[in-house]
């Protein structure tokens, strides 16, 4: 550690301020961060881009994406750098009283506490909710699942794979003469990560009002039920069981991607006036003005049909020339582009999609904050690399509890 920087394990948890960055808008937060993989890293990840700080705590094993290439950069998996930057790494071995008396430690110092362990699992080892709220009435308890705590989920293991099966997501994923097939990232743990964001922000907040903690659970199917938004309201309001479709929409036509000359290009039509001016642009007639494709129903009702004239026209030009046309035209579309031209694209729109620290790059957050914003202050931890000081502060008899020091001040 520099001698120049504050050493934010002193019992005093000095506030970025006094640091070499402006303070973010999690300053000041602990985050006692159990959990392992990509729902919970990822979610905690999001809250130290904010200023919190981050203790992840790891088996002697460390976390299993550490293992998880190829990729690989410098020897380190590439997947475990991209969802743990902005942590501290300590290794706690849960099996041993030692390591336990010190991790029941920090979740008495925690603001929040987030575990993503088979459900059971932190209780047998007293860590659960109730044991730690017990010492620590205002933590907020973040709990990730694969399936919730109930006797009937909480012994299926919780990965996305599974996730992305169970809750249908497969099923209207993919060909409509093919097999099911998953989307090409882990989505439902990402989207699980996001909605216990979004949980444990909540309960901070109401926090400040109750002056007291709460439990936030979130499990994997629950994210994709309630990410799967209009497939699943079709099912439930209207008893349609959707289908794959491939990459046209169930519901809005023509909304999907299209073969031009050298590739393939998007093209998403959202109403009638949008259609009207596609076939203008394309020289495809009045095929506005006939009934089969007068109106959004009727296009989804033929949209075979449809799909072919267009297509037909586009054939005769390249991605170029066709996405020049329908943008000069105002017709929402785009190229389907290969990662590298996904990040060049946003670059050249002035996103700044890449955050460079330690000589490695990272996706930028996807939120921008005026006044606080988020930062990539260091790279994914080693494992263990913040251990012997983490240990120093928790076995510390003087340190001051600072999550308690700083509900006071408010």
């Known amino acids: 550690m520099s001698a120049d920087r504050p050493n934010l394990f002193d019992g005093t948890m000095i506030r970025a301020e006094t640091l070499d960055h402006p303070g973010g808008a999690l300053d000041g937060l602990v985050v006692a961060d159990f959990s392992r993989i990509l729902a919970g890293p990822y979610m905690t990840m999001l809250l130290a881009d904010l200023g919190a700080t981050v203790i992840k705590v790891e088996s002697p094993a460390g976390d299993e994406t550490r293992q998880w ?29 030692e390591d336990r008396s010190l991790a029941r430690e920090l979740a008495r110092r925690a603001d929040v506490l987030v575990e993503n362990l088979r459900p059971g699992t932190m209780a047998r080892y007293g860590l659960g909710y109730e044991d730690v709220a017990l010492d620590n009435p205002d933590v907020v308890y973040c709990s990730i699942s694969g399936f919730g705590s109930q006797p009937g989920g909480a012994h299926l293991p919780g990965y996305d794979l599974l996730g992305q099966a169970i809750s249908g997501l497969m099923s209207v994923t993919g060909e409509p003469d093919g097999r099911p097939l998953k989307v090409g990232v882990a989505v439902v743990d990402v989207l699980c990560g996001l909605h216990a964001c979004v949980g444990v922000l909540a309960a901070l907040d109401a926090r400040k009002t109750t002056g007291r903690g709460q439990l936030v659970e979130v499990d994997l199917l629950s994210s994709a039920l309630s990410a799967l938004v209009n497939q699943a309201s079709g099912f439930l309001l209207a008893g349609a069981t959707p289908r794959a479709a491939g990459n046209a929409h169930p519901s809005v036509a023509p909304y999907e991607t299209f073969a031009v000359a050298d590739g393939a ?32 129903a009727a296009r989804v009702a033929n949209r075979p049909a449809l799909v072919g004239q267009i297509e037909k026209r586009l054939a005769t030009l390249d991605r170029r020339e066709a996405l ?12 389907v582009n290969t990662m590298d031209e996904a990040f060049a694209f946003a670059e050249s729109i002035g996103l700044e999609p890449v955050w460079t620290s330690g000589g490695d790059d990272y996706v930028r957050a996807p939120f921008r904050l005026s006044g606080t914003p988020p930062e990539v202050r260091t790279p994914a931890p080693a494992l263990d690399s913040s251990g012997e000081e983490i240990r120093e502060w928790l076995r510390s008899p003087t340190a001051v509890n600072a999550r308690r020091e700083r509900s006071q001040q408010r």
């Open 69 to 97: 290439g190829p990729p690989w950069d410098d020897g380190i998996s590439t997947y475990y750098k991209s969802i743990n930057r902005n942590k501290k790494s300590v290794v706690l071995d849960l099996r041993r009283d």
């Open 324 to 335: 020049a046309l329908l943008e000069a035209a105002g017709v929402p579309s785009g190229p």
């Open 265 to 296: 290009i998007a093209i998403a039509v959202g109403s009638d006036r949008q259609f009207s001016v596609l076939c203008s642009v394309l020289d495809l007639g009045p095929l506005d003005e006939d009934p089969a494709y007068a109106t959004n």
